[in-house]
């Protein structure tokens, strides 16, 4: 399978614990997003990634939270003294030069994040 | 900033053809696009527009209006498979490629 992949893709953790995600982009991607969805909701953007810069972040970011994405390829989100709000599903998605304008950003199956 | 506004329900049967509304608040506009996610499924690309008109890929179109700040996506000959959520998003502030989403829409297909 050549699709976005992230891992773990189930994580239970205690609140005060610190969480790192993984995202493994389609391999010719350059760009790389960050999504947190909950039940009911849309996708809310958290950080965007061209290479291995990261060009932006959301507001919704809390200083608890930090990605990156050391070598243009993976990407790591870790998450900081979790709370119980954090629990979400944490999607990542990429995107090849150009498409990225189009719209169309592909999406792996996310990492559901449950805070006890 | 930004904000979408979609229906939160939908149902139809089999068979029937389905309208499902976005409107936009943006402060710039590129486009907007729509995606589709199963239940326990990642949310995955269906269509996109960045002008006026329609846009046909199969059983699946999509509209916009630029001067409305409204588009649709119509899903024609429903099959069972097509139950989901449906979501509307726009790549709106200048310079930004972060995609806005709305809050879906959930289309139930009964036989």
């Known amino acids: 399978d050549t699709g976005v992949s992230q891992n773990p893709r189930h994580k239970i953790t205690k609140r005060g614990q610190n969480v790192t995600f993984r995202c493994d982009p389609i391999s010719e991607h350059n760009r790389l997003y960050w999504y947190r969805q909950t039940l009911g909701q849309g996708p809310e953007f958290l950080t965007y990634?061209?290479?291995?810069?990261?060009?932006?972040k959301s507001r919704l970011l809390s200083d608890r939270f930090s990605a990156e994405r050391p070598k243009g390829s993976f990407s790591t989100l870790e998450i900081q003294r979790t709370e119980q709000g954090d629990s979400a599903m944490y999607l990542c998605?990429?995107?090849?030069?150009?498409?990225?304008?189009?719209?169309?950003?592909?999406f792996g199956p996310g990492t559901r994040l449950t805070v006890l | 900033g930004q904000s979408l506004e979609q229906p939160s329900e939908v149902t139809a049967v089999e068979g029937a053809i389905v309208q499902i509304n976005c409107t936009y608040q943006?402060?710039?506009?590129?486009?907007l696009s729509w995606y589709q996610q199963h239940d326990g499924g990642a949310p995955t690309f269906l269509s996109y527009n960045a002008l006026d008109g329609l846009e046909e890929t199969g059983r699946f179109s999509s509209f916009l209006s630029r001067s409305d700040s409204y588009g649709y996506l119509l899903l024609q000959e429903l099959q069972m498979k097509d139950s989901a959520s449906y979501f509307c998003?726009?790549?709106?502030?200048?310079?930004?490629?972060?995609?806005?989403f709305g809050s879906g829409t959930r289309l139930q297909v009964q036989p």
């Open positions: 990634f061209q290479n291995e810069a990261q060009l932006e």
């Open positions: 998003a726009v790549r709106g502030d200048t310079g930004r490629r972060a995609l806005t």
């Open positions: 943006t402060s710039g506009f590129y486009g």
């Open positions: 998605a990429s995107s090849p030069p150009g498409t990225g304008d189009f719209g169309e950003q592909f």
